[in-house]
């Protein structure tokens, strides 16, 4: 898998946390909307996305923390 392709996924999946986050929010359910964000969106989720392997060629904005 091309980096490219591999971050369009990854973006991808970022959208459809989102969507799961506001679904879970619409059903008051916080405790699912936390787990979905820490796992898919959070500091967890970086080994998931292969944050690693696209850090090089970010922006140095990009890859400094918040």
Known sequence: ???????????RDHLLALHEIL????RD???EA???A?????MSS????GANKAAPY???A???PG
């Open 1 to 11: 898998m091309t980096l490219k392709t591999h971050m369009l996924h990854s973006m």
């Open 23 to 26: 679904d879970a929010l619409g």
């Open 29 to 31: 359910d916080s405790d």
């Open 34 to 36: 936390a787990q979905i």
């Open 38 to 42: 820490e796992s898919r969106l959070g």
């Open 46 to 49: 970086l080994a998931l996305h």
């Open 58 to 60: 970010m922006p140095p």
């Open 62 to 64: 990009m890859r400094r």
